[in-house]
């Protein structure tokens, strides 16, 4: 069975500071990784997605995450938050299923002026 | 920009009630699927749906569960007796396809707050 591991529940941080949301995954199969964006009384937007290739993905707003397979990780880093970054970040796996996305417990983002 | 909707926003029940939630997916979409998030917990998946069918659930997804595409736009949920421990966001999603090795982005609903007393 896949599973997701978000290591913090909570990161703070101020404006204009890099960040790393930290993502690992099991899987006896090969995996299809996300990073999704929760606003405030929102959806669940895509910000990036690994399916194949390059192990850096980048995605909307400035984010970018590296696939490590030997690591089974997926960490979400920005070099550079804005206040308007505040919000709930899930990562998700899917894996041999149809669409079917395993969900980490999430990360608040709290970017502070 | 399409999007998924859902109604209502916010739904409040009491225990043993029957709910059912309302979703419009994407119009040119083929798979739908429901998930929900217990406060303070994680996003769950519980069901996809396509042609007509549920291609596969989760072990959250009992009897008291069932979806439906009455008509060519809508896809619902519904709950026939529910109980406290159903509180919790229910967010719907679409797709374009959802065939094994063929990912296409699922596209989230704002969700529907379901409060059970």
């Known amino acids: 069975a896949q599973s997701v591991t978000q290591l913090d529940s909570q990161v703070p941080v101020f404006e204009e500071a890099p960040v790393e949301l930290r993502c690992n995954y099991s899987?006896?199969?090969?995996?299809?990784l996300f990073w999704y964006v929760q606003y405030p009384n929102q959806g669940l937007q895509l910000l990036l997605k690994?399916?194949?290739?390059?192990?850096l993905v980048k995605g909307i707003n400035g984010f970018e995450a590296e696939f490590n397979k030997s690591q089974t990780s997926f960490h979400l880093r920005k070099p550079s938050v804005h206040i308007s970054d505040t919000a709930e970040y899930f990562c998700?796996?899917?894996?041999?299923?149809?669409?079917?996305?395993?969900f980490g417990a999430g990360t608040r983002l709290a970017v502070h002026p | 920009e399409p999007e998924v909707t859902q109604t209502p926003s916010h739904q409040v029940t009491q225990m043993g009630q029957e709910v059912i939630l309302r979703c419009v997916p994407i119009?040119?979409?083929?798979?739908f699927y429901w998930y929900r998030q217990i406060l303070g917990q994680k996003v769950e998946f519980l069901v996809s749906f396509y042609n007509n069918e549920i291609s596969e659930k989760s072990e959250i997804f009992d009897d008291q569960f069932s979806v439906e595409r009455p008509d060519g736009s809508n896809f619902t949920l519904k709950i026939r007796s529910t109980k406290l421990e159903d509180s919790a966001m229910y967010f719907c999603a679409s797709s374009e396809t959802g065939l094994a090795g063929l990912f296409h982005e699922q596209y989230f609903g704002p969700g529907t707050r379901l409060t059970v007393t």
């Open positions: 899987s006896s199969v090969s995996v299809y």
């Open positions: 690994y399916l194949s290739g390059s192990t």
């Open positions: 998700a796996v899917e894996a041999g299923g149809y669409n079917k996305l395993i």
């Open positions: 119009s040119n979409h083929l798979y």
